[in-house]
């Protein structure tokens, strides 16, 4: 994918979190962020201080438009940090992927348990950076399960859609 596409989808997909699905509170504990997903489909070739300056960029919009002080920053530089490391561990030959992280260069199973695993980390690390405490964690682990979920869901189905 060229950059200009990846910038349209990355402008589009902060578009459609900050005006439409940061409205959504759906029962009082679910709360999508599928802004990860420009985060996770990122090229595979791309530098690494690169990674984490656009991870740090996609942290401080959602932020802004939050209001939440550095929470998405922290999540999104967490994810784009062991980003590298999941996919080491699910991809034994990384050589062979092209460029693009996808259902064709990873196959379905690589890219579930690579989707669940940086989702529910970044999750976490929103909801614990929000609630700053260990008293709340049962709500932050009910918090992270149900938004993740639903977040999993719309990029594993966006994927499903481009790559059919």
């Known amino acids: 994918m060229d950059l200009t596409k990846q ?8 578009v459609l979190q900050v005006l439409l699905v940061d409205q959504l509170q759906l029962l009082g504990v679910c709360h999508p962020f599928i802004y990860v997903m420009c985060l996770l ?50 991809v034994t030959d990384i050589d062979r992927l092209n460029e693009q992280v996808s259902l064709r260069s990873l196959g379905a199973g690589a890219l579930i348990k690579y989707t669940v695993i940086l989702v529910l980390i970044h999750h976490l690390a929103v909801f614990m950076l929000a609630a700053w405490s260990w008293s709340h964690f049962g709500y932050v682990l009910l918090e992270t399960i149900v938004s993740g979920l639903l977040t999993i869901l719309f ?10």
């Open 7 to 14: 910038i349209i989808r990355y402008v589009v997909i902060m």
């Open 41 to 90: 489909l990122m090229p595979i070739t791309s530098h690494r201080n690169t990674e984490m300056v656009i991870g740090a960029l996609a942290g401080l919009v959602m932020d802004v438009f939050s209001n939440s002080l550095g929470v998405h920053i922290g999540a999104c530089i967490f994810v784009m940090f062991l980003r590298p490391y999941v996919l080491g561990m699910l």
């Open 155 to 164: 990029v594993i189905g966006y994927n499903l859609l481009i790559n059919r």
